[in-house]
């Protein structure tokens, strides 16, 4: 069973970090770009990020340019999302998500199959 489970997430003050993981289970994660989504109490979920299926190709929202850093270990089968100098505007639940086997990045919440359950970032003082 192809399963998505991300970690990571809490509280964190203005100006902090967090890094998030997604670790894949009952597949082969190097098969699979990833893609980070998140969405903010009473908005729609918005692409953040995503990785190609062996980390050449990276993408990122304008909002979290030069603060977010997505990052996979296939050996370890898992994809990372480094957050620096966050801000209340992050405060979202977090998602890690796989389109079909060997497709492309995207930041399209419909090209992707596979979904994570979700982890809560809240950045606040």
């Known amino acids: 069973q192809l399963q998505l489970v991300e970690s990571g997430g809490g509280l964190v003050q203005p100006g902090g970090s967090l890094r998030l993981s997604c670790a894949a289970s009952?597949?082969?994660?190097?098969?699979?770009?990833i893609g980070w989504f998140r969405q903010a109490p009473g908005k729609e979920r918005e692409g953040v990020s995503c990785i190609s299926r062996r980390g050449s190709i990276t993408n990122y929202v304008d909002s979290v340019k030069g603060r977010f850093t997505i990052s996979r270990d296939n050996a370890k089968n898992t994809v990372y999302l480094q957050m620096n100098s966050l801000s209340p505007e992050d405060t979202a639940v977090y998602y890690c998500?796989?389109?079909?086997?060997?497709?492309?990045?995207?930041?399209?919440?419909?090209?992707?199959?596979?979904w994570g359950q979700g982890t809560q970032v809240t950045v606040s003082s």
């Open positions: 009952g597949f082969t994660l190097a098969n699979y770009a």
């Open positions: 998500a796989a389109p079909r086997m060997y497709g492309s990045c995207s930041g399209r919440e419909r090209d992707y199959q596979y």
